[in-house]
């Protein structure tokens, strides 16, 4: 049976990351644990972006304005 597009889409994903990770190892644990970090944030953020775009009541929207800033502030110091 043939995998589905969304699965190859995923397989693809994951190639494509593992790629990237030979392409250019971490020259320390503290390095990739910095990226990972980064990664984690900017994740966090795209998410947050997107929820922002959809959210219609002032008082949600006030929540994920403080969350973006929060978010932006620790990708700053990162």
Not at 1 to 26: C, F, H, N, Y
């Amino acid at each position: 049976m043939a995998r589905g597009w969304e699965s190859k889409s995923v397989a693809d994903q994951i190639e494509d990351a593992e790629l990237r990770e030979t392409k250019t190892p971490p020259s320390s644990v503290d390095e990739r644990e910095r990226k990972q970090r980064l990664d984690s944030l900017l994740l966090s953020k795209s998410r947050l972006l997107q929820q922002l775009e959809r959210a219609k009541h002032p008082a949600h929207r006030g929540v994920l304005l403080n969350g973006l800033k929060a978010i932006e502030k620790e990708i700053e110091e990162t």
